[in-house]
């Protein structure tokens, strides 16, 4: 599918949009971070075309399911890869007894993944999806549990099916060519965690592949939706992404909550803050090479080694900082928990240290990785992924910036600290896995040019005006029915959260966008007509951590 | 472990021949003594060729123990771990098996790819219901003896996640585990800690006692028929391997 330029890519009042969907809408509602309009379950593609074509919205973040007492909801939260500030939220309600509503595939093939999750937890039916099934928990589930009538005490049997070759009997038929059936995973040491992918073989090309996840559903949201704002999140989006990236979605809860109930979190927190995250994100990308050369010399090697070394010296200093290796727990809404470690000098040249061996290091990666010609021949040209594809499967991060799409939110909608320091966002043209490798390992970089300024900034602050919280009350009650989305640049790339709040010091919906779900969603775009080994190659370079993709 | 297996030895043999007075470079708890036949052996030798057993061995060619016992030791000294990852807590698992911590050190640190290989199973996660007839799985392909470490909150009781209604209630509802470590995650220090510990139960001949499990994989015909039995009867075949969860009775 193509995606046309937009008619005209500039600034989109609210107005603007009402008049371009004209009579779709049936409604108007006001989020927090958009405009809202309510439309007809079966004018979905209508409406999104029109606003993809005509108004420049070509990135469709998110969809949202809810089921109220009257009606379903599906909420398809629209921006821009040009303009992250233009927003706008799409509300398809569906009949209580009933409900249907029109998908969104045709438009945008993220939505293929977004509505199977919606159907498989809320329990809407999308007409003309290609392939509604459950998608995160085992087909044979009972009932729809974010649903309101959902019993969690009820049994349930799931099988373990020993899956029979999807094409054996169509190849049969018309040719001598036999494909062979391949179950990569759950348990398997590239899948980087527990991934599932039914890949169907012709000799050693892959022709179909299908990402199964759902092996890690944890109920993130459910457990977020169970708790209070105030403390009894915060601790959860560390296991989203928990490949040290905890900070940054700490953030994406910190920056949504603190939007929702206009809580102002000082300066010297927000340079506290972009310290910690951009850390964070060094430390999950070193993961990153470490698996990736994992995957393509196939074993510990040293690169792998060199990873963790480095890691090790960023939980250090995060350690320092927060107190954990691994679950830090350190935002808290208005600020961090706690300021920085005393005395201040040491951290300071403890952080130094790691940012001056940094260079050599970074040396060191490009000597054994990108000038390695192995790995040049597994990667280059291999996986690709045009921006078009990209665009349209909802891909964020360092897979958007490696097909030379030139999105972060950092930037473009900026938060925290970001605005005020220098920094490069980073693209590759290649659209392929050595680009994806490239992007991540010059954001390093980045990260630590942002991580020095920051340092700067904090050893110079002035020592009255060191607050770190500002004053919040104890018990946060966002008023009845205010929505919003909000998202930060996580480590995989956009980490939104769309919270709506019913009045009460709980959540009434949380859902959680998270990048990897819609960065997996492009490997069997990569990955068809290539050799298996290229195609585990191609996962690597996505660098997925299955605790976001299922939650 | 060694320590012990060849103080007993000395015990029974040489035991008389001690004397304390007798100073010589290795000197370890179980073998306080110096023989001239051991003397003899040790002398010209490079200090880098001698160790703790061979030094306990002295002259004698002989070991006389329980070839139980013996089996165990050596089975607590070489452990192979299975490299199998779920969640959070397999970052800090690979941290531990790399430079730093580097489990090799304790004669644990090659982790095997395939169960086949393998004979001890670290848990490091969340199991939540797709996932545990997996999980059940690789461990029944897992030769005997076999152990398990469940690492982290979840292996023991679901963690924070305890209350999510796709979450099993810890490891020990689906497979045996001999050795929890807490923490979310257990620091990597925490994990060595655990392994050790199961090395020393090893070696002690120690294992938990096999109980029947809440939730077993059956052939779906097998299971008791009831109203959601009825419900599937059409999706799942009666051969097909199933796992049934009674969430209304776990903990």
């Keep these: 599918m193509s995606v046309e330029l937009p008619a005209d890519a500039g600034a989109q009042t609210p107005e603007e949009i ?3 969907l004209g009579d779709l809408v049936i409604g108007r509602e006001e989020h927090l971070n958009a405009p809202g309009f309510v439309i007809k379950p079966d004018t979905v593609v209508d409406a999104l075309r029109r606003l993809r074509d005509q108004a420049g919205f070509d990135h469709l973040s998110c969809v949202t399911a809810e089921e109220y007492e009257d009606r379903y909801e599906s909420i398809y939260h629209l921006t821009s890869y040009d303009d992250r500030t233009q927003e706008v939220s799409i509300i398809v309600p569906a009949d209580k007894e009933n409900p249907v509503s029109q998908s969104a595939n045709e438009v945008f093939r993220t939505a293929d993944w977004h509505e199977r999750e919606a159907y498989d ?6 007409d003309d999806h290609p392939d509604l099934r459950r ?10 549990p974010l649903g309101q009538s959902y019993d969690q005490d009820q049994p349930q049997v799931v099988p373990l099916r020993e899956h029979q070759n999807p094409l054996l009997e169509d190849q049969k038929a018309d040719n001598d060519s036999e494909t062979m059936y391949l179950n990569i995973g759950p348990h398997h040491p590239a899948t980087h965690g527990v991934l599932h992918i039914k890949t169907v073989l012709d000799g050693e090309q892959v022709v179909d592949l299908e990402p199964d996840i759902g092996y890690l559903h944890r109920c993130e949201e459910q457990m977020c939706q169970n708790s209070t704002y105030r403390y009894q999140i915060m601790p959860y989006p560390d296991r989203w992404d928990y490949i040290s990236a905890g900070l940054l979605n700490e953030w994406a809860y910190a920056r949504t909550a603190e939007e ?10 927000q340079i506290i803050r972009t310290m910690g995250a951009e850390l964070c994100r060094m430390a999950a990308h070193f993961l990153a090479l470490g698996t990736f050369a994992l995957d393509i010399y196939g074993d510990f090697t040293a690169l792998f080694m060199y990873s963790i070394r480095d890691r090790e010296k960023v939980q250090n200093i995060l350690e320092d900082l927060t107190g954990q290796r691994l679950m830090f727990n350190y935002f808290r809404l208005g600020g961090v928990v706690w300021d920085l470690p005393e005395p201040r000098e040491e951290f300071f040249e403890k952080t130094r240290d790691f940012l001056d061996e940094l260079p050599t290091a970074l040396e060191e990666y490009h000597d054994m990785m990108t000038s390695n010609e192995i790995l040049q021949v597994r990667t280059v040209d291999t996986g690709v992924l045009p921006p078009e594809v990209a665009k ?20 473009d909608d900026p938060y925290g600290y970001y605005e005020n320091l220098d920094w490069d966002v980073v693209t590759e043209d ?16 980045e990260s630590a040019k942002i991580v020095e300024q920051c340092i700067d900034l904090l050893e110079d602050w002035p020592e009255d005006e060191r607050n770190i919280q500002s004053n919040v009350p104890r018990t946060i009650k966002p008023d009845d029915d205010t929505e919003i989305y909000k998202s930060v640049e996580g480590a995989k790339g956009e980490l939104g959260i769309y919270i709506r709040s019913d009045g009460t010091e709980k959540p009434g919906r949380f859902k959680i966008r998270s990048p990897c779900f819609s960065n997996l969603q492009t490997l ?28 | 472990m060694d320590a012990q297996l060849a103080g007993g030895h000395a015990k029974n043999g040489a035991t008389e021949l001690m004397s304390s007075d007798n100073h010589q470079p290795f000197v370890t708890d179980s073998s306080k003594v110096g023989t001239d036949t051991r003397e003899a052996r040790l002398s010209g030798q490079d200090n880098r060729f001698n160790s703790r057993l061979r030094e306990a061995f002295g002259s004698s060619p002989f070991i006389l123990t329980k070839f139980d016992k013996f089996m165990n030791w050596v089975r607590g000294s070489s452990m192979f771990m299975l490299q199998f990852g779920i969640a959070c807590c397999s970052i800090e698992m690979m941290h531990t098996y790399a430079v730093k911590h580097d489990l090799d050190r304790f004669g644990a640190g090659v982790p095997r790819a395939s169960p086949r290989q393998a004979d001890v199973i670290i848990i490091p996660g969340t199991i939540v219901s797709k996932f545990a007839p997996r999980m059940k799985r690789v461990y029944d392909q897992m030769p005997e003896p076999k152990f398990v470490i469940g690492m982290g ?9 305890q209350e999510g209604y796709n979450v099993v209630k810890g490891a020990e509802e689906v497979i045996p585990v001999d050795i929890h470590v807490p923490g979310c995650p257990p620091r990597p220090e925490a994990l060595i800690y655990g392994v050790a510990k199961l090395q020393e139960r090893i070696a002690n001949g120690e294992s938990s006692p096999v109980t029947v499990k809440p939730y077993e994989l059956e052939e779906f015909g097998d299971l008791e028929r009831d109203e959601i039995i009825d419900q599937l009867a059409e999706e799942i075949d009666v051969d097909d391997l199933v796992m049934r969860y009674n969430w209304g009775d776990s903990p």
């Design chain 1, 135 to 144: 998608i995160l928990l085992p087909e044979t589930w009972q009932g729809h």
């Design chain 1, 524 to 551: 069997p775009e990569m990955s068809n007509g290539e050799y298996v080994p290229d195609a585990i190659a191609s996962l690597g370079s996505l660098d997925i951590v299955l605790g976001e993709v299922d939650r």
């Design chain 1, 121 to 126: 937890l809320i329990g809407i039916e999308y």
């Design chain 2, 153 to 161: 909150s979840c292996t023991i009781s679901g963690g924070p996640f």
């Design chain 1, 392 to 411: 349209s499967y909802g891909a964020t991060g360092p897979v958007a910036r490696g097909s030379g799409i030139d999105y972060d939110v950092r930037r």
């Design chain 1, 18 to 20: 009402a008049d371009l």
């Design chain 1, 430 to 445: 290649g659209c392929d896995n050595f680009s994806r490798l490239l992007v991540r390992m010059r954001e390093v970089e």
């Design chain 1, 260 to 269: 929702l109930a206009d809580i102002e979190v000082p300066e010297y927190a």
